[in-house]
């Protein structure tokens, strides 16, 4: 059996195990060990391919299997991967992990919890190992839809109107993705019609016909992605948000639309992407500029870390849309980078919040007395946050930076110089953040008693933090993995110049 059918064997497989037991203990660990299983597989994938490439294998996906489920529109179950998608996929297996361990203490329908957050984990699986863009769509919209319902029963303020206005942005997303998936569809040269992503690479559409249908694409992924003007769903949803489903939503599921806009919009439509890429240039560049200064002017933890996401995932798309292997390289970094500080950011606020019942910063003060453990490793996150070298975030955006300044037009390079500016609007937010909640006296006596990380605590915390060190000092084997799989993607975008 393919290994990549167990990618979507053993959510199912935990979410049966989950419902068929009733104590609540029994509900976290059916959970903990299905998810550890699918991160098992997740690490045995990048290994099968890692040998697959050894061998010599060059082909643009390895591990492919195809299943007709729907011949009349000859849509398939097709599956495959190259080395984006294992990287995704492994991040994806961490941050869920992690994310059990931080739900650890939820109680209010536990069950049905854990069951949303896997069907919710499913769907980004199934996304990222799909090669027919109609299941790939389908696998987007299992993602999205569980949203609605974690947010809305299991989040906190403003929650059903946050769940609504996200479910809603992101449905408005899916509506353009729809009439680009059926353009593309009917206006590829492939002699019948097919959403087969390999199929249809090998039949370009009519230019006038890529020039419709792109910004259809680019903005339906884009919405997912925080694009400058469409992020407003974001800093509200992941607010509200538990904080297991705000990490996979800001770790994992905003990732989709990064993915998507390279995987089918730039891939698909690679003469249109080359004309209009400046239009979405400057909003990605609004989009890394304004998302740090609304952080700075935020007193909510997780409202910050949301503007901050708005800029960290701007810095993906801006750096795709450089359309060079080098910038695209590190917009891929970026993914991971910022999947695994954002999803360790959202644990740490989650487990402060639950000592201190308050998320706002001036309020509390002088935790690393306190709470050292949480402390240090929140002082790391803002760290990498940052891009302090050794740390994932900065070989992510050096390199977007350097891939960037290679072109030689002013436009480029006037749009790479306000980007970078970002930078140091993030330094003052996050050392801002740092030095109020961490140092100084402790604000409220009642603090002093606060306990710091319990074992299911640190577990999560440090496996993110272990990944984001990992991938900061020795960023090569994920920079080769990448640079091997986005080859193919990069020439495609230079010939159609």
Sequence with gaps: MNILHLLIIIPLLTTVSVLCVKSMKAVRWATAVGMFFQLLTAITVLLVYMGIRQSGDTSEMVLMDTYNWYPSLNITYAIGVDGISCAMILLTAIVMFAGVFASWEIEYLQKEFFVSLIILATGVFGFFISLDIFTMFLYYELAVIPMYILIGIWGTGRKEYSAMKLTLMLMGGSAFIIVALFGIYHSSGAPEPTFNLLELGKYPMSEA???????????????????????????????????????????????????????????????????????????????????????????????????????????????LLMLNQTAMDGAILQMISHG??????????????????????????????????????????????????????????????????????????????????????TAVYILRVVGTLLLGPVKNEAFMQLKDARWYERLSTLLLLVSVAGVGIYPQWLYQLIFDSLAPIAQKLAAAL
């Excluded at 952080?295 to 870390?305: G, H, V």
């Excluded at 955006?397 to 037009?409: L, N, P, S, Y």
């Design 340 to 425: 695994l500080m954002t999803a360790l950011f959202f644990a740490l606020i989650g487990m402060i919040y639950s000592r201190t019942h308050t998320r706002q910063v001036f309020e509390m003060g002088g935790l690393m007395k306190v709470i050292p453990f949480l402390a240090v490793v929140y002082m790391i996150a803002g760290f990498a946050s940052l891009g302090l070298p050794g740390l994932s975030g900065f070989a992510a955006e050096m390199t977007i930076f350097v891939g960037a300044f290679q072109h030689v037009d002013l436009f480029h390079r006037i749009a790479t110089i306000f980007a970078i500016s970002a930078i140091v609007v």
């Design 209 to 319: 016909a890529q020039r419709f249908f792109f910004p259809f694409a680019f903005l339906g992924f884009g919405v997912l992605g925080a694009l400058f003007p469409f992020h407003t769903w974001s800093p509200d949803g992941h607010a509200s948000a538990p904080t297991a489903v705000s990490m996979l939503h800001a770790g994992v599921l905003m990732k989709l639309g990064g993915y998507g806009i390279f995987r089918v919009a730039m891939y698909l439509m690679p003469q249109a992407a080359q004309e209009q890429a400046w239009i979405f240039i400057v909003l990605t560049s609004i989009s890394v500029v304004y998302g740090a200064f609304g952080a700075i002017w935020q007193k909510d933890l997780k409202y910050i870390n949301a503007y901050s996401s708005v800029s960290h995932c701007g810095l993906v798309i801006f750096g």
